[in-house]
């Protein structure tokens, strides 16, 4: 057993499964068990719990993990005070920052955030939905919702603040955004103490850098293939302009070899435009990680 561990967070719940998949993808093997709030990990060196992103950046501002994953509104919904080493912007449903916004029922007179006086709001960030609130001129009684916060207008309240990625949920439940609070995304974080550690310090920073490269590739692919130069005017000139091609020479000295990454969903159109352009044995490979 290794003397040195560093004690990482892993959200549970609705992010669990990607950061799995990003983890994978960084090349570590991360494995949930049933009932197991311990995930394994194929790195000695890394020891990893389970715990809900809302609760994250308090147990690593108390030392109790060394570093996690968690969103951007929860360090502020806590006010912890932690150390942003890297944004990752993923999520359960897309690449995009989620949003926490203010909702009605489609029928509420409440058109703006100044409607909201003396009312009733529900939700899961009260710290920060009274900030809000405070920042508007606007008072309000803030409940916390323990969940199923999109059912609780009209009858239990007047209005929610919750988290949405595309908007469908409230749509489903006839609510309208009236205002957009936060956007937020994911981000690594650690503690003064863990950030000052030689050994940890460098061990998160290459844990971030492989999560970067994962998360860099991402609907990238490589593209490779043989061009005599006679042709190779024209072939870089289908290749997307802001790619910047690797070109190799060959043993005939009439050809080259060119090297590209470009987006996994542009490959079926470059690669007919490429072949008439004079490219021949094109290749296209799978990419796990990009390091800048």
């Avoid at 994953?69 to 360090?75: F, S, V």
């Avoid at 995304?185 to 503690?191: E, H, Q, S």
């Avoid at 590739?217 to 000139?237: F, Q, R, T």
Wanted: aromatic share 6%.
């Amino acid at each position: 057993m290794t003397e040195n561990v560093l004690k990482l967070g892993i959200p549970a719940g609705s992010l669990q499964e990607a950061t799995g998949e990003l983890f994978r993808r960084a090349g570590y093997k991360l494995t949930f068990r049933s009932r197991s709030y311990y995930p394994e990990i194929d790195d000695p060196e890394i020891q990893c719990t389970l715990i809900r992103a809302q609760e994250m950046a308090r147990y690593v501002e108390a030392g109790s993990l060394d570093c996690g994953l968690t969103g951007y509104d929860w360090i502020l919904e806590n006010g912890a005070c932690v150390v942003e080493l890297a944004e990752l912007v993923f999520s359960k449903a897309s690449k995009r920052p989620v949003r926490w916004v203010l909702a009605v029922p489609n029928d509420s007179p409440i058109q703006s955030v100044q409607d909201l006086e003396g009312k009733r709001i529900a939700t899961e960030v009260v710290n920060l939905t009274k900030r809000w609130l405070e920042q508007q001129g606007v008072h309000a009684k803030v409940e916390f919702s323990w969940g199923a916060t999109e059912v609780k207008p009209p009858k239990f309240a007047d209005a929610i603040v919750e988290v949405t990625e595309t908007g469908s949920s409230l749509r489903a439940n006839n609510l309208r955004i009236v205002a957009e609070l936060l956007q937020s995304t994911t981000r690594f974080i650690c503690n003064e103490q863990a950030r000052a550690d030689p050994w940890k310090k460098q061990k998160m920073d290459d844990l971030v850098l492989m999560l970067q490269g994962a998360m860099a590739a991402d609907g990238k692919v490589g593209l490779m293939m043989n061009v005599s130069k006679a042709c190779l005017p024209a072939v870089l000139e289908v290749l997307p302009a802001l790619q910047n091609p690797t070109i190799s020479s060959l043993a005939d000295e009439h050809w080259v070899a060119v090297n590209t990454i470009i987006d996994e969903d542009t490959v079926r159109h470059l690669i007919p435009q490429l072949k008439k352009a004079g490219a021949c044995g094109i290749v296209e490979y799978p990419l796990n990680k990009i390091i800048e």
